[in-house]
């Protein structure tokens, strides 16, 4: 089993940054790619972006393409997740995830082993 902790979450005025991070622990080596995820009061959880641990390619919402990017630390096991120009809309609960199977797709209800989640505030 893989254990997620996210972190890094805060409060920031529109136009400002924040890196996330989310650092696994336990069995690792069993997961092959790990999705950021974000979720708003009264909506969906939605796709923010996707690291592949085969190869690297990195895959992003269109509403966050430019302005998010998503790295890693193989040493630290830990994704990280940097935000910049920052907007009100962008204001959710973040989340990392991975994976339960390879076939997956881009939506919250293929992926497991969630985080707890932490706090982005975007004011305006």
């Known amino acids: 089993q893989v254990q997620l902790v996210e972190s890094g979450g805060g409060l920031v005025q529109a136009g400002g940054s924040l890196r996330l991070s989310c650092a696994a622990s336990g069995r690792t080596f069993r997961y092959y790619a790990l999705g950021w995820f974000r979720q708003a009061p009264g909506k969906e959880r939605e796709f923010v972006g996707v690291?592949?641990?085969?190869?690297?390619?990195?895959f992003y919402a269109d509403s966050v393409k430019g302005r998010f990017s998503i790295s890693r630390d193989n040493a630290k096991n830990t994704v990280y997740l940097q935000m910049n120009s920052l907007k009100p809309e962008d204001t959710a609960i973040y989340y990392c995830a991975i994976p339960a199977r390879t076939d997956y797709t881009l939506k919250a209800a293929d992926f497991h082993s969630w985080g707890q989640g932490t706090q982005v505030t975007v004011s305006s």
């Open positions: 690291i592949r641990w085969s190869g690297g390619s990195i």
